[in-house]
Each structure stands twice: as C-alpha cells, then as structure tokens.
C-alpha cells in the first residue's frame, strides 16, 4: 500500500506530517510523490483561516472524482479534522477517515479500520500523552533543520483563535526528552534545531523556556537554534538576555502583536497593551541591533476603525519590524468573535491590508539594503543549485539567499558556509561565496 501526505498551515502541522508518515513506514507502507500514485492520501489541514479551509475542500472535490475512478482511501487530518469532527462526513462523504491534532498515534488503527471496509473512521479524542511522540518513528523530510515539539496547546484565550479548540491546553514534553531528541537529530546529521509549540515561551516541563535554550545549545553538535511561537504575554527578561547572550540562537525573534490598537487588542483579548509589547522588545537592550524583529497582524477586526488602523500603521513605523506576516481577519467557527459585529466593508478591508502590506514591503527592502557588502554565515538549504544557477540558503536572521556558487562547485547540504550579500530585494538576498 503507498500513501501520500498533503500539509498545510504551519511548522507544527509539517512536522506532524512527519510523525504521521513515520506511523505508516512503521506499519509497512510506502510514501509516494504524488496522490496519482497512492492507495491512501492523507490531507493534513490547517483551519486558522477561512482561505486554508477552502484549500482542503477543493483538493477533497479533486479526490472525489480520483476516488470514483479508482480504489483510493481519503483521510483528513489536523486542525480541521480536530474542528469539524464528523461534520467533516456530511460535506464531503467521500472522506473514509478523521483523525483528530490529538490522537496522532491512532493512524495505523484507523486506517486498519477503513480497509476493512468500515465506514466514517473517526478518532478526535484527546490522548494526554499524544505530545510524548516517540521522535525515532518521525519520518524526517529532507531539510536543512530539524524540528523538535516541545509543548502543544494553548492556554491564552484570544477571541479570533481556534488553537484552544483544535490543540487543547498546554502540555510540555519533559525536558529529558527533548535533549534526548535534539542529540538523536544531532547524530542524523542536523545541525539546526527549530523548538515548536504554540506558545513555546510558556514551556513548563522542569525548566523555564529561558533554561531549555541553553540546555538545547549545549548540545555538542547543535549551529543553530530557532524557535516559534511566542507569545507577547510570556515573553520574560530572562528570555529576552538568553536571546542575546547565546550565540547559538539565531538572532531571529517572532513576536506576534496582532494589532497597534489597545482597543482592538482589548477586544482580541490578548491581555497586554501596545506599550506593554513595546516594552517586552526593549528587554532585547541593545542586542536588538543584530536581531530580526517578524510579527503577524491582522487587519480589520470587528469593530477597527480607521484610527485602530493608524496606530497599527504607526506601530509598524515605531518598529520597523523586518517582516510581518499580515491578514484580513477570518472568522472562526466556535470563536467568541464571533459574536462581535464586523460591519467594515471588505473593500475597506482590502485596502487597509494592501496598505500596510505594501509599506512592509519597503521597510523590509530597506532592511535587507543595509546588509549589502557585508560577509554571513549561511546555511545551505538546496540539495544543489536552481535552474538559474543558484544555491538556496538562509542567514541566521531567516532571510532568504540566492547564493552563487560558480560552476561545478558542490556545497554540502545543511552545512554552513560564508557568503558575500551583493544584491538585496524584498523576498530574497543575492550573494556569493567568499
């Protein structure tokens, strides 16, 4: 039996991609390419926007006329699955199975089940030890890091936000394991680590989230050390100085604001104020210089007005932040926004995104412009170079480089190697070998 797994959404949804195809291996299956040659095809779904939702049902519609003219079993998977439950069977009753964010290690039995000509497989219950996944079963993708979940769950409340729904409360791995995986990933050959949770900087499994970064980066063999995501509400001085103080965490920081107004904040529920943010990014001191600031914002919440909008559009000149990821807000099935009225015209909606998106743009151009003429350590990220002739890699602040190599020159996958930036764009750097 071949299998193949779609994924959308975020790291924790790919790497849970991973552990899924890990389970099928286990059991004997083989994982193909493509959903043209699979017996059984796993979409793997995201549900934190609207847009994301719609992606999976018309891949569904696609695996529906496929399923009519073959044997093929379709399961659904993630955070919708997790959502939807078996709401998911009377929109698309071509689905066999529904496997739930939380009952990961089930798959084989379900699976098992829907071969045996069972209908409408379902398993969406809340395992307490699902985040306690057994790390050599995960079926590695080829990539450049490896990711490591350290916590699943959310315990903050915000009004817009399905993860409470689709990923529970918050459970941390026990900090022995952790180490026990960054050291196996270590011996496979990874030399970046990325640590994943909802909300990562309220791990709670025997250390504060401050002490499993040093404990992480004392792994001998551990470049580089990323993390996502955090939260504004748990980000601590003590983070804040291992951020700086250790070289090997990338000055990389993602740091969600969401919106500039303390209004539209308040009504978000996101339990800090503008001012409160701000001061959490100064905890950075003057290491922040070296650092890349991301953020995410969502724009046009229930009940923003144009002068919501104005301090978010100020914020974003305040702190000049690298790279933001920007999005009209998607009502959520079962979110309390819901019962917010949103009465802005979408094309005022529009507007707004297209206003701050195209500002970010130059800020960020801005940012990359000023690293011209500088010498990097990048990792290289391709397995060779792009039709154009060109190496991918990434620096430690995540921009993208389109590094040339000469002709013939092979560059050891994952490894790091020094590179001259001589051209900067808003998605990409150019540089070549030193």
């Not at 496979?188 to 499994?205: A, D, K, M, T």
């Not at 953020?295 to 909008?309: A, M, N, Y």
């Not at 620096?395 to 560059?411: I, K, Y």
Request: charged share 25%.
């Amino acid at each position: 039996m071949k299998f193949h797994i779609e994924t959308w959404g975020c790291q924790m949804n790919d790497h849970d991609s991973e552990k899924l195809a890990g389970l099928l291996l286990k059991e004997g299956y083989e994982s193909v390419d493509t959903v043209e040659e699979a017996d059984v095809v796993i979409l793997n779904t995201c549900s934190i926007r609207e847009k994301a939702v719609h992606k999976v049902y018309t891949e569904l519609g696609y695996l529906r006329e496929m399923k009519q003219q073959r044997p093929l079993l379709i399961g659904v998977t993630g955070c919708l699955a997790q959502q939807e439950k078996d709401a998911l069977f009377k929109r698309a009753p071509h689905i066999d199975f529904v496997l739930g964010t939380m009952a990961l290690q089930q798959l084989p039995k379900l699976v098992e089940e829907a071969l045996a000509g069972h209908r409408r497989v379902i398993d969406t219950e809340d395992y307490p030890d699902n985040h306690l996944f057994p790390p050599e079963v995960t079926q590695r993708r080829s990539k450049a890091k490896a990711l490591v979940t350290i916590m699943e769950g959310c315990d903050h409340a915000c009004t817009y936000c399905v993860v409470p729904t689709t990923r529970g409360q918050e459970r941390s791995r026990p900090v022995d394991d952790i180490l026990a995986e960054v050291r196996l990933m270590v011996a496979q050959g990874f030399r970046e680590i990325e640590l994943l949770g909802q909300n990562v900087n309220s791990y709670r499994g025997g250390c504060s989230f401050a002490e499993l970064l040093e404990r992480v980066s004392e792994v001998d063999g551990v470049e580089w050390l990323r993390f996502t995501t955090s939260h504004p509400m748990n980000f601590t001085r003590e983070l804040a100085q291992t951020l700086v103080s250790n070289p090997k965490v990338a000055p990389f920081l993602h740091l969600p604001v969401q919106s500039g107004s303390n209004a539209v904040l308040r009504r978000m529920l996101r339990g800090y104020t503008v001012e409160e943010y701000l001061e959490r990014l100064g905890y950075l001191g003057e290491g922040r210089a070296r650092f890349a600031i991301s953020t995410d914002i969502i724009v046009g919440f229930p009940g923003e007005t144009d002068e919501d909008f104005e301090a978010t559009m100020q914020l974003v000149e305040q702190v000049q932040f690298d790279t933001s990821f920007s999005f009209i807000y998607s009502p959520r099935p079962g979110t309390p926004a819901l019962r917010l009225k949103d009465d802005i015209p979408h094309a005022v909606k529009l507007a707004r995104l297209t206003r701050l998106q195209r500002r970010q743009t130059e800020i960020t151009l801005a940012s990359h412009q000023r690293i011209v003429g500088q010498e990097l350590e990048v990792r290289i990220e391709s397995q060779g170079p792009t039709d154009h002739g060109y190496w991918m890699a990434r620096t430690g602040q995540w921009q993208n480089v389109h590094l040339v190599a000469g002709e013939g020159r092979q560059l050891p996958f994952g490894g790091l190697t020094r590179a001259r930036i001589n051209y900067a764009g808003p998605h990409f750097l150019g540089a070549e070998l030193v």
